[in-house]
């Protein structure tokens, strides 16, 4: 933008794509747009409409179809600006502004809150070491931001890519301080095939997952994954669920045992949670596969008569 300086050009761009992201809306009116950029740089006082038709002709910002709004017209440069508005904000002695951004990127049609991240850790190195581990840390500890990074991964898993390094590193470094549903998007993104997590990190996932979940009807859905992982068998796994499973939980752990082929192992699971019985219909099943585990009798699918 010509008869401007870089500097007065980002502090003025940055500050209308932090206006943009917070309106909730995909962009701003000609009148809000000039209280911004007058606003942020007050000698432009008078000559907010001037600034704006030139960054209108220089194709920075473009209007919608009815001509009532302003929006930029590439969203990946709006992600650099409002990545470089949080960067400026950083120093301050909160970061609660980033739980503001995060929201609205969540909401925003155009913008990625994931590249925005990589962008903000990118321009943090120019700060000091002390703000720039305060912003790592506010994205581990972000619920917004881990529960939708949880979700795109699991989508990415879905249609065959895998988790990149830094966002398993992302994950791990979450640990206890995620919400019951990151940690149990967590669990299934640390427990997919092509992310070849290490058993002991699998299991430290699902215990963290089965904990946090406890009020969950589909908790027995952990179950199924651990099993699909061929790891039924991980002495911390199967212990827990034996030990704290609901009748719908230890029936899925005993039922798979057993179809496994793993007697042995559904015995010792049984004396555990034969000690566990409670009266009613719900624990029927479960009656019948322990009295298989611990008999060795024989074991078929849908069968315990």
């Known amino acids: 933008m010509q008869g401007y300086e870089q500097a007065e050009f980002m502090r003025i761009t940055s500050a209308i794509a932090e206006a943009i992201l917070l309106s909730e809306n995909n962009g701003i009116?000609?009148?809000?747009?000039?209280?911004v950029i007058e606003k942020c740089m007050p000698l432009l006082h008078g000559r907010g409409n001037q600034v704006l038709t030139a960054l209108e002709s220089d194709r920075i910002l473009s209007k919608s179809p009815d001509g009532s709004e302003f929006g930029f017209r590439h969203a990946r440069f709006m992600e650099y600006l409002v990545a470089w508005s949080a960067i400026t904000k950083a120093d301050d002695s909160s970061l609660s502004f980033l739980d503001r951004y995060v929201a609205a990127m969540i909401s925003y049609p155009y913008l990625s809150?994931?590249?925005v991240r990589e962008l903000i850790l990118f321009l943090a190195k120019r700060l000091n070491e002390v703000t720039q581990r305060r912003i790592e840390e506010?994205?581990?500890?972000s619920t917004n931001f881990a529960a939708a990074n949880a979700r795109r991964m699991r989508s990415e898993i879905r249609h065959g890519l895998t988790t990149s390094e830094d966002d398993i590193d992302l994950i791990k470094r979450t640990g206890v301080a995620g919400s019951p549903s990151v940690l149990w998007d967590n669990f299934f993104v640390l427990a997919a095939a092509a992310n070849r997590q290490q058993s002991k990190v699998i299991a430290e996932a699902f215990k963290l997952a089965w904990d946090s979940n406890a009020n969950s009807a589909e908790?027995?859905?952990l179950i199924e994954k651990v099993n699909d992982r061929k790891m039924l068998s991980v002495d911390s796994i199967w212990s827990l669920?034996?030990?704290h499973g609901n009748s719908r939980e230890v029936e899925t752990l005993l039922g798979r045992t057993l179809e496994s082929g793993s007697y042995q192992l559904a015995c010792e699971m049984a004396e555990?949670?034969?000690k566990r019985f409670e009266p009613g219909p719900e624990w029927a099943v479960v009656v019948k596969l322990c009295a298989i585990a611990?008999?060795?009798g024989e074991y078929v699918?849908?069968?315990?008569?």
């Open 241 to 243: 669920i034996s030990a």
């Open 301 to 305: 699918l849908g069968n315990f008569v």
């Open 138 to 141: 506010f994205f581990i500890s």
């Open 272 to 274: 555990i949670i034969s």
């Open 29 to 35: 009116s000609r009148t809000s747009l000039i209280e």
């Open 219 to 221: 908790r027995w859905k």
């Open 294 to 296: 611990q008999s060795r």
């Open 113 to 115: 809150p994931f590249r």
